[in-house]
């Protein structure tokens, strides 16, 4: 078969490889779509926290091939789609309802990645986090399983009250997963981002003003004078992954405001953050990471009542010989999402 792997910054290479064999409790999932994503921007462009080589690839869905010993809840044929991770259940971080810093998260894509004709999903995610699809569900409507559910944990982690202002920082795929959600908790969303498409993209879901931050000389400014008397937003979200956005974040929002940084930033880098504004202006700032199986299952519904339209989310589509340029298509801002698309 098929796949696809990291070896440096701009080197993925499509290789055949053996199919995978399911072991007890795991699940072979001949693969239908899968997504670009902007963490596999970020990781081609400037690696990931761990040593390559390494699969790539991390929002699929398909149709079961294999089951393993002990499997009873999915057999052949069904359609399917797994998230990416699943935490232990155990350690003191899940025992704690930490489970997105468990000591042993399951990240399937650094072994089984998702660009791939075939791909083997481990027993834990078979049993905390695969889903069988409607039949009413596209493949590319499920595969939006794992962005969608880091933006509904993001949300979940602001204290937004009807009527906020809210700012989202950067309209990639999870940044507008964020814009959705926000307005579902009844915020005045203001949307920032480089790309008019991705920013038209936010109007659709509900963005009431947007910030082409390219066309502005302080964004900072820009949007706390679209709040009342000028005072800031009540919430800021960073999704961008950029250090700079990090700092400027927190200057967007009011007094007593929140400030989430959602955005991973590559290995090594370091932010700088006013601390005057931080303590006198009694700022919080909050890190998030990824998603809990709690926030998965949630956004699987909300993808089964139409909350995130593939339409707005997905555009062009390729074959697995052409990841790259359907990553750098991805990385330009054309775009927000562009599906490989496997042959039966």
């Given at each position: 078969m098929k796949a696809v792997r990291f070896y440096a910054p701009g080197d993925i290479r499509v290789e055949e490889i053996p199919v995978p064999q399911p072991g007890p409790g795991e699940v072979v999932i001949k693969n239908k779509?899968?997504?670009?994503?902007?963490?596999?921007v970020k990781t081609y462009k400037r690696g990931y926290r761990y040593e390559p080589p390494f699969g790539f690839g991390h929002e699929a869905s398909g149709v079961v091939a294999a089951v393993g010993e002990g499997v009873t809840n999915f057999k052949?044929?069904?359609?399917?789609?797994a998230h990416n991770s699943a935490p232990c259940g155990h350690c003191y971080y899940c025992k704690r309802g930490d489970e997105s810093m468990c000591e042993s998260l399951i990240q399937n894509q650094f072994d089984n990645g998702a660009y791939a004709e075939y791909q083997l999903i481990p027993a834990p995610i078979v049993n905390m986090n695969m889903f069988h699809m409607p039949d009413e569900m596209s493949y590319k409507q499920a595969a939006l399983l794992e962005p969608m559910a880091c933006s509904v944990y993001g949300t979940a982690n602001c204290p937004i009250e009807i009527g906020d202002y809210v700012v989202v920082n950067g309209?990639?795929?999870i940044g507008l997963g964020f814009v959705r959600m926000c307005v579902l908790r009844g915020a005045h969303v203001i949307a920032c981002d480089m790309s008019a498409a991705r920013l038209e993209a936010a109007k659709k879901l509900g963005a009431v003003d947007t910030v082409k931050v390219d066309e502005v000389e302080d964004q900072a400014q820009a949007v706390k004078d679209l709040t009342e008397d000028g005072r800031g937003v009540d919430v800021a979200i960073e999704a961008t992954g950029v250090p700079s956005v990090w700092e400027s974040a927190m200057h967007m929002a009011r007094?007593?405001?929140?400030?989430?940084?959602?955005g991973g930033l590559k290995k090594g880098s370091e932010v700088s953050l006013d601390a005057?504004?931080?303590h006198y202006s009694q700022l919080t700032v909050k890190g998030v990471f990824h998603t809990t199986p709690m926030y998965v299952h949630s956004t699987f519904e909300m993808i089964k009542m139409g909350q995130f339209p593939e339409e707005i989310f997905v555009q062009n589509e390729y074959s697995i010989d052409d990841t790259e340029k359907a990553i750098l298509e991805h990385a330009s801002g054309a775009v927000i999402k562009n599906a490989i698309v496997y042959p039966d």
């Open positions: 779509v899968t997504l670009t994503c902007g963490t596999d052949v044929g069904d359609r399917v789609v309209c990639g795929p007094p007593g405001g929140f400030v989430l940084l959602f005057n504004l931080m």
